[in-house]
């Protein structure tokens, strides 16, 4: 059976934690930082807030996005995704999901979102 060790996940989730300048809820999945910015984007939250590396909730490790409460919507449209990304000194995406349900924006409004988790399942 693989194995990969807790630490190596964590190095990978750490990363995001550290390096992670906003979220945007975008229109469908972004692949790229420009899409995730420019293309699907329709709302974004600066410095969302990102736990530690934990235990999955089935396996793997996970660290934990906080709710939103005061996202700014720049855009019209259903947000599907979410996505982080790294906006300082040089730019990237670092990880995207599907919303737990799809939310009509408008804008000019504000959004909100649960706590969700980014996460490595264990190796199979």
């Known amino acids: 059976m693989p ?21 945007h809820i975008c229109s469908q999945e972004p692949t790229t930082y420009t899409e995730a910015v420019t293309t699907y984007t329709l709302g974004n939250k600066a410095s969302p807030t990102v736990g530690e590396p934990a235990n999955g909730v089935s396996n793997g ?12 919507v720049t855009g019209t449209g259903t947000a599907t995704h ?24 408008t804008n000019g409004n504000t959004f909100t979102l649960t706590a969700f988790d980014v996460a490595f399942a264990d190796a199979a």
Do not use: C, H, M
């Open 61 to 72: 490790r996970r660290v934990t996005v906080s709710a939103i409460t005061d996202g700014s």
């Open 82 to 105: 979410w996505a982080l990304v790294k906006t300082t000194a040089t730019t990237d995406l670092l990880a995207t999901g599907a919303l737990s349900s799809s939310q009509s924006v």
């Open 3 to 23: 194995f990969i060790r807790d630490a190596a996940f964590d190095a990978g989730l750490n990363n995001i934690q550290d390096v992670v300048g906003a979220l």
